[in-house]
């Protein structure tokens, strides 16, 4: 039995259409990433499925269920938004259980599931602490813990690290990749950032304008993408396209190659044109080279490199891992 199965999705305000027929199967224990730029309806979709907006037209079904007039306390999820959303009132230990005892359940019941879930999340020392008290990535937890306590069917996350600085969102992604693996549990995560999708996900479904582009996983959609969308919008730094007399060579209106897929010759390669920009990462060298026929083509080099900016390079593709697109810019 699917966890989550939509039925032609579709969201208007006013004369507007923000989510257009949108079909989805989720299976049990999957964790499936919401992805996309800013506005493409992501957050939207996840509200409908928690039954915080309404959906024009179209079917939700949870375990089985539909839950179309279901409202959202009786869905079987539990939700995790961007801002922690904590009482500042109330400890660690009482925002964690605030939902259960509203609930009604027992308060043996509840101490048992806090304790449960603090020692998932490295919370026990934390729990007589308030929110005025805790780091940004300790709130994180305690929302997160807010909703394994309550033992969803369904855990959704809207954007969660989005209030964190890098290094936090590294570690608090781990966690709540370990967490998934922990639980078995079904799990919707929506961002606007492909490298949480691509290292958290399962699954990706990647939407623009309302619609799904490509669903499958992180690593089908890095090597066969869709349509030009999905190849310029999963990985970092992008895919370069390249339009006019190197894509007509290949019966394409335009061509897409990643960065890493390029390598630097002395002269006579393929291509040719003048670095603007130099990126020393350490481990990887970004090369960044203005030709024709193309915005800008990245170059990754693995290691340290050293080119002079407004020098002339050549440049030579893998011919396996050139992508083509017709003139809709549909993958050939």
Not at 36 to 52: D, E, Q, V, Y
Not at 118 to 143: F, I
């Amino acid at each position: 039995m699917s966890a989550l199965t939509l039925q032609n999705i579709t969201k208007r305000f006013g004369s507007t259409d923000v989510i257009r027929g949108v079909d989805l199967d989720v299976a049990e224990g999957e964790f499936v990433v919401f992805v996309g730029p800013s506005g493409c309806g992501k957050s939207t979709l996840l509200r409908i499925i928690a039954g915080l907006e309404d959906q024009t037209s179209g079917h939700v079904t949870i375990g089985g269920k539909n839950v179309d007039v279901t409202p959202p306390a009786k869905r079987g999820i539990a939700m995790v938004f961007q801002s922690y959303a904590l009482y500042p009132h109330l400890t660690v230990k009482g925002n964690m259980g605030l939902a259960l005892k509203q609930e009604g359940v027992e308060k043996g019941e509840i101490e048992r599931r806090i304790a449960a879930a603090a020692r998932m999340l490295h919370l026990e020392a934390l729990l007589d602490r308030r929110p005025s008290e805790l780091s940004g990535g300790q709130r994180q937890r305690v929302a997160i813990g807010r909703a394994i306590v309550r033992q969803p069917k369904l855990f959704l996350f809207d954007e969660p690290l989005s209030n964190l600085d890098a290094a936090l969102r590294v570690n608090t992604r781990i966690e709540i990749a370990n967490l998934h693996r922990l639980l078995g549990a079904t799990m919707i995560y929506v961002t606007h950032d492909q490298v949480e999708a691509m290292t958290l996900a399962d699954k990706i479904v990647v939407l623009s304008a309302g619609r799904i582009e490509q669903v499958g996983r992180p690593i089908d959609l890095y090597n066969k993408p869709a349509n030009l969308f999905v190849a310029g919008f999963i990985g970092s730094p992008k895919m370069n396209f390249l339009t006019g007399a190197a894509a007509e060579k290949l019966g394409a209106a335009t061509i897409g190659i990643r960065p890493e897929h390029i390598r630097v010759v002395p002269a006579g390669g393929e291509w040719s044109g003048k670095v603007s920009h130099l990126e020393k990462l350490g481990s990887d060298t970004f090369l960044y080279v203005a030709m024709e026929g193309a915005d800008m083509v990245t170059v990754r080099i693995v290691g340290q490199a050293d080119f002079e900016v407004g020098s002339t390079v050549g440049l030579e593709a893998d011919s396996q891992h050139i992508h083509r697109f017709d003139r809709d810019g549909r993958a050939l």
